[in-house]
Structure formats: structure tokens, C-alpha cells
């Protein structure tokens, strides 16, 4: 794996090797202001003028660990802190494998949110959690509530 910086600003080009296979993707790291808070965001996408058949998300879709692990060496790299190249990020597996290693939802607690009792929040948090979104400029509205949304699934699975 190779990671350098790509020709615009906040960009990176990575080279993962899978296999025998060769994949050049460009990293993208946007770091926007929410609230009193600096978010920085890295994401992996396919390098438009390469012969890269797939996207990163579909390399990696089965191999979600890996992709993390790809992604915060990107992260350290742009934050200047110092990461050793080429490094291994894990072991590739194939769709079938993950598949079948995936565990049955049907007796999961995790399954069964609609029983489960969902605590009230207070006005005065709620007010405050309207304000905050009511002040993000609309690029990054969509961003925000699928950050909530995440949140309050996470939060509303926690016993």
C-alpha cells in the first residue's frame, strides 16, 4: 500500500494491493466546522482517469474492517503523523466467506427495537439539538442527520 498527496488540495492518492489485483483509489479530506467543533471527514473513491473498474466501497463492501483500516492510514497521513509504508491492513476475504460468517439477526436483541422502551428527552436538550442543526449551512445538513440517525439508532439499542 502507498499513500501520496494527489494533485488537489485535501486529496490523496492510495495504492492497495489485493491479491495480484492492483487498486488506485483517490482519498478525499474535507474538515468542516459544526458548532463549536471541527469535523474531518475521509472518504475513499474510485480514481476517475484510472483503470479502476470499482468503486472503493464495492472493493472493500465484504472486508468493512479493512476499509477502516485503509481509511485511517489515509487519516494519519494527512494529519502529518507518521505511518510506514507499504503496510499490511489485513486479511482480504471473499463475499462468500463473509457471508458465511455472518451471524442470524432473528435472535438478536437487536432485532426486536420496536419492544424496547425509548427514554424521553428533555425540552431543553431537544431545543438546544434543533439550534445547533437550524445553523449548519446546507452542505452539510444531509451529513449531520445521517449522523443523528446513527446516533440514535446506537442509542436507542444500549440497554
Known sequence: ???????????????????????????????????????QTTRGDSLRDSCASRPFSEVFRFNQRLAMNVTNLVVKFYNGETVELPTDVGIFVTPETALSK???????????????PSKAVDRETRQQAIAIVEELPESLLDEAVKFLESLYVKGDRVK
Open 1 to 39: 500500500m502507498s499513500v501520496n498527496p494527489a494533485i488537489e488540495l485535501n486529496t490523496h492518492q492510495v495504492l492497495v494491493s489485493v491479491g495480484t489485483d492492483t487498486h488506485k483509489f483517490i482519498f478525499t479530506t474535507e474538515v468542516n466546522q459544526v458548532g463549536e467543533h471541527l469535523l
Open 102 to 116: 455472518q451471524k442470524p439477526f432473528e435472535d438478536s436483541i437487536l432485532a426486536n427495537t420496536d419492544l424496547q
